[in-house]
């Protein structure tokens, strides 16, 4: 037997008899003999409100939260039409509710309002969250915008920002417009009166009035939300057995696994072996496996766990040769597309 709608059409049972008898024993269903209906009560967590498509709060307006924030963090620059600071801040907090350690990736990083958002957000709500940014660097917007974007959001900046405030407005109407020289000079009157009060005077018409506008020139310094920025270049690396492309290759491959370790600050560094920390692990990079008795000797007291990675024209995992300091590091296999280039330029 089967529903009907109420074109007498035949429908489907959305829920099967056993998955009824579970939601009726947890109060979920809803009935109506009225409308003769019944519906599934879904429970929400009420720690957080629902999404919905259109977002209209004056937060998301670009200007203000926009292209204003951005003038007041870069004063030289003209980047067009930045997105509300909130907007994105708001959709990353919706998508990240459950995990404040994600890592958020920007492939068009523009002017930087992800990394942004994202750090605020984090200075809100205690996150952890990261952020990895990717632009082209057209107009060397990478360079003038981003980078010197984030890097003020985070290390804190003066600024100075306009406040005004309505001195004057007037409706227009036809009879007003008879009587605009009137307006003009009251206007020129209250422009002498506040001088004193602010910087500067402008006279607007908007919304069908027309307004004098007292404007003061503020300045602040914004302390910065703090964390840690790296900015990597991509090239190519020649694939010709050279002692200057091994050279290349090296570098890059330690930024790269320091990047995706999330392991920044230097503990030792030698021709063939590389360490690097952050608060809770190191990061051990060997570019000759004939080193590996050294690094051992170099880790031995380290007290936070240890991810090691093994340069190698062989296919050894060389997890043996770590055995004894097993509860200690983790060997850890070198992404296949640094392998592959890798074992390319050193035979």
């Not at 203000?64 to 990353?92: A, C, M, Q, R, W």
């Not at 002017?111 to 990895?132: E, P, Q, W």
């Not at 608060?279 to 880790?299: A, P, R, S």
């Amino acid at each position: 037997m089967y529903p009907l709608d109420k074109n007498g059409k035949e429908r489907r049972w959305r829920y099967g008899r056993k998955t009824m008898k579970i939601l009726i024993e947890q109060n979920r269903i809803k009935g109506s003999l009225k409308k003769f209906s019944m519906k599934v009560i879904v429970p929400r967590d009420e720690s957080y409100k629902p999404l919905y498509s259109n977002w209209t709060d004056s937060r998301y307006n670009a200007g203000p939260h926009g292209t204003t924030l951005l003038k007041e963090i870069l004063p030289n620059t003209n980047f067009p039409f930045p997105k509300s600071l909130y907007t994105v801040l708001d959709f990353i907090a919706g998508a990240t509710r459950s995990n404040k350690d994600a890592i958020i990736l920007d492939f068009f990083a523009g002017s930087g309002t992800t990394g942004h958002a994202l750090l605020k957000l984090n200075n809100i709500d205690d996150g952890n969250r990261r952020f990895i940014l990717c632009t082209n660097n057209e107009n060397s917007i990478a360079e003038e915008v981003t980078y010197p974007r984030i890097s003020k959001v985070i290390n804190g900046y003066k600024f100075t920002r306009k406040e005004k405030t309505i001195i004057f407005e007037e409706k227009i109407t036809s009879k007003k417009l008879g009587e605009i020289d009137i307006i003009l000079e009251k206007i020129e009157l209250l422009k002498e009166e506040y001088s004193a009060k602010y910087d500067e005077f402008k006279i607007v018409i908007e919304d069908n009035s027309v307004r004098l506008y007292g404007n003061n020139r503020l300045t602040g310094k914004f302390i910065g939300f703090g964390g840690n920025l790296k900015y990597f270049k991509t090239v190519f690396v020649p694939a010709k057995s050279t002692d200057r492309n091994k050279e290349k290759l090296t570098k890059q491959s330690v930024e790269m696994l320091c990047l995706k370790e999330n392991t920044f600050e230097s503990v030792y560094e030698s021709d063939n072996i590389n360490i690097f920390k952050s608060n809770d692990h190191y990061t051990g990079i060997l570019f000759d496996e004939q080193n590996i008795v050294e690094f051992k000797e170099l880790v031995h007291d380290f007290e936070l766990p240890i991810n090691v990675y093994v340069f190698s024209l062989g296919d050894d995992d060389f997890a043996e040769e770590f055995f004894d300091l097993k509860d200690q590091v983790k060997v850890c296999s070198i992404p296949a597309a640094i392998l592959r280039v890798y074992k390319r330029i050193f035979r």
